[in-house]
């Protein structure tokens, strides 16, 4: 473990003269071959554990900014989404520093997920809809992955409830898109536990969206769904959902 004076002597060599921290591998976003995300195997791990280490240390957003413009290409998606991870949980105040650097480095790396950055994805949406960040073009590039290119399918259910939840605290997500999240809640309800249903109920209510079925499953989700539907005039092709 490292100590907490190399941590501060490694933060402040970072904001003040990164140029002395090594830059391999190096990656560029605006080229199509080769590799576009890192992943923690690609990395010297000690320059992993430091640059880690460094944003575990930053308490304010221009720090993180630096640290993270520093070493756009030489960081995974884990670290930049553990950045944001920062700022939401300690309560960092979003400066322009936030809108100005580190929310084009988000958006930039998330251009460039796919079903390999699903946990950088979901934990992104949850913090910064939390935060309630203001940012049309950064909803609507979540839009996109999301249902465009289908990558809610690979987000586990539970962590997915949490991303309606926070795309309802930040006033966003499509009807379209919340019907995709009420199919893959209605097919895999037994596996919704109360601390999920909770998060889903309260999207769904925040957003205005959801069907009374939906709603009827949120209620107890063990009850025979056909049955249900049959109650509610439900058309059979109303319960078709797709492969998750």
Avoid at 40 to 56: C, H, M, P, Q, T
Avoid at 68 to 81: A, I
Avoid at 228 to 243: D, F, M, T
Wanted: hydrophobic share 40%; charged share 25%.
């Amino acid at each position: 473990m490292l100590s907490r004076q190399f941590t501060k002597t490694f933060l402040r060599l970072v904001v003040s003269q990164a140029r002395y921290l090594p830059k391999v591998p190096v990656y560029n976003f605006n080229t199509t071959p080769g590799k576009k995300i890192l992943d923690v195997w690609d990395i010297n791990k000690a320059l992993y554990l430091e640059l880690s280490d460094a944003i575990g240390g930053a308490y304010t957003c221009k720090q993180l900014a630096e640290l993270l413009k520093e070493n756009v290409h030489q960081m995974t998606d884990y670290q930049l989404s553990y950045a944001i991870y920062r700022i939401y949980n300690d309560e960092i105040p979003l400066d322009d520093h936030f809108y100005n650097v580190i929310l084009p480095i988000v958006k930039e790396f998330v251009k460039n997920f796919d079903r390999n950055n699903n946990r950088a994805l979901y934990q992104l949406i949850q913090h910064l809809g939390w935060l309630r960040v203001k940012d049309e073009g950064l909803w609507n590039l979540f839009e996109q992955k999301l249902l465009d290119e289908k990558l809610y399918r690979y987000i586990p259910t539970n962590e997915l409830c949490k991303v309606a939840h926070a795309l309802a605290e930040a006033g966003q997500g499509s009807k379209e898109l919340f019907n995709a999240f009420e199919r893959v809640f209605i097919k895999h309800r037994l596996n919704l536990g109360e601390e999920d249903i909770g998060f889903a109920r309260e999207a769904f209510e925040t957003r205005k969206f959801g069907s009374q079925l939906l709603f009827e499953v949120f209620r107890d989700p063990e009850r025979n769904i056909q049955a249900i539907a049959a109650q509610q005039g439900e058309k059979p092709e109303h319960l078709k959902i797709g492969h998750h």
